[in-house]
């Protein structure tokens, strides 16, 4: 009984964050374009319902000269708006930590001095039952044919192993648990999204974003089937 009214009270949480973010238009570190987003930098995609918020800290970060401290680079929280924060490029450790606990390291990312452009981490999975899981990736080269936007999925729903996606009709490959999708690239505008659970074809998720032309966009699938399933678009490329 305890443990569903605890997480009952962390759906209510978090249905509260998304909605303070969609009203807020997200946040997330400055950048170098006119989405917010930098040309060289780093995120977190947040898809754990379990998990507290994160923080990523850089081991290049300069300290303040006043308390020491060392800024986190970037917190998120599940399912909520980030962009790319910037990072130097140079040979770094990326920690990843639990929000405002710098010395509670959960996992890290090694990068070289040539590797860094845009570096996605993903977080998904859950504490009580599978584990927390994590992956990362430097972004690709996209190119994206001209008056089309660009969409792909990234799993991180627990409770299904493999997931569909279609988008305006057209569907997409089948992604597996922690995986990246390929792009397909269809007419901008309102988007209609549905995802399936590919064992029994269930619609765990479904709705409408509204995307811009000329844009490539991430939709992140989190939580829990039979629980609470969120999904978000994040900006890829501006």
């Known amino acids: 009984m305890q443990k569903g009214q605890s997480r009952f009270q962390l759906l209510v949480f978090y249905l509260f964050l998304l909605l303070l973010s969609a009203c807020s238009g997200g946040s997330g570190g400055g950048g170098d374009d006119a989405s917010g987003n930098a040309r060289e930098g780093v995120r977190i995609?947040?898809?754990?319902?379990?998990?507290?918020?994160?923080?990523?800290?850089?081991?290049?970060?300069?300290?303040?000269?006043?308390?020491?401290a060392i800024a986190p680079t970037q917190r998120a929280s599940f399912m909520q708006d980030v962009f790319f924060a910037p990072a130097l490029r140079d040979e770094q450790v990326f920690s990843i930590t639990t929000a405002k606990r710098p010395d509670n390291v959960s996992f890290t990312v090694p990068v070289d001095q040539d590797q860094l452009g845009r570096l996605t981490v993903v977080v998904f999975g859950d504490i009580s039952t599978f584990g927390v899981r994590n992956t990362s990736f430097f972004e690709p080269e996209v190119e994206i044919p001209e008056g089309t936007v660009g969409i792909r999925v990234i799993h991180g729903v627990t409770r299904a192993q493999d997931i569909e996606a279609s988008f305006n009709g057209q569907s997409v490959d089948a992604v597996t648990f922690g995986g990246v999708g390929e792009y397909i690239f269809i007419e901008p505008g309102d988007?209609?999204?549905?995802?399936?659970?590919?064992?029994?074809?269930?619609?765990?998720?479904?709705?409408?974003?509204?995307?811009?032309?000329?844009?490539?966009?991430t939709f992140l699938v989190g939580g829990e089937v039979e629980y609470f399933v969120s999904v978000r678009p994040y900006l890829d490329l501006p």
Do not use: F, N, T, W
């Open 191 to 217: 988007i209609e999204y549905l995802i399936r659970r590919k064992v029994d074809q269930r619609v765990i998720a479904s709705g409408v974003y509204s995307l811009e032309e000329d844009k490539a966009y």
């Open 45 to 68: 995609l947040h898809a754990s319902i379990e998990l507290a918020p994160l923080d990523v800290y850089s081991s290049i970060s300069p300290q303040d000269p006043d308390s020491g």
